[in-house]
């Protein structure tokens, strides 16, 4: 009997799709009441960068989820919107210089061990 695999394909990702989360299946079932009071709570949490990572899942969750028309009919979300993308952009700005930082030291630790015979 042969096993079979994964292929290639079931595991690939597009490199624009952002993975699955376990939030994805909750999101979906949402009425627009409790969607709209999520994202308030989202937009909330984002201006803490000890919470961003959970509000920019359920963000990407959401984003993933519910298609663009319905959202954009959720009362009150421009302002939502509005209030989430200054945090946002700082927090993919920190990661990016950490991410910069990162790239350096391993920079730095290479040279070292050439330097040292390694």
Same mark, same amino acid.
């Given at each position: 009997?042969?096993?079979?695999?994964?292929?290639?394909?079931?595991?690939?990702?597009?490199?624009?799709?952002?993975?699955?989360?376990?939030?994805?299946?909750?999101?979906?079932?949402?009425?627009?009441?409790?969607?709209? %009071?999520?994202?308030?709570?989202?937009?909330?949490?984002?201006?803490?960068?000890?919470? %961003?990572?959970?509000?920019?899942?359920?963000?990407?969750?959401?984003?993933?989820?519910?298609?663009?028309?319905?959202?954009?009919?959720?009362?009150?979300?421009?302002?939502?919107?509005?209030?989430?993308?200054?945090?946002?952009?700082?927090?993919?700005?920190?990661?990016?210089?950490?991410?910069?930082?990162?790239?350096?030291?391993?920079?730095?630790?290479?040279?070292?061990?050439?330097?040292?015979?390694?």
């Amino acid at each position: 009997m042969e096993q079979r695999g994964a292929s290639a394909d079931d595991t690939e990702q597009d490199d624009e799709t952002p993975p699955a989360s376990p939030f994805d299946g909750l999101v979906a079932s949402w009425d627009d009441e409790r969607l709209a %009071a999520c994202l308030a709570f989202v937009r909330e949490w984002n201006t803490n960068a000890r919470r %961003a990572g959970v509000a920019q899942a359920l963000l990407s969750s959401i984003l993933r989820s519910i298609p663009f028309e319905r959202l954009k009919q959720l009362p009150g979300v421009a302002s939502l919107v509005d209030g989430l993308l200054p945090y946002t952009e700082r927090h993919f700005l920190r990661i990016d210089k950490l991410a910069e930082a990162s790239f350096v030291i391993d920079y730095t630790l290479t040279e070292i061990n050439e330097l040292e015979g390694r």
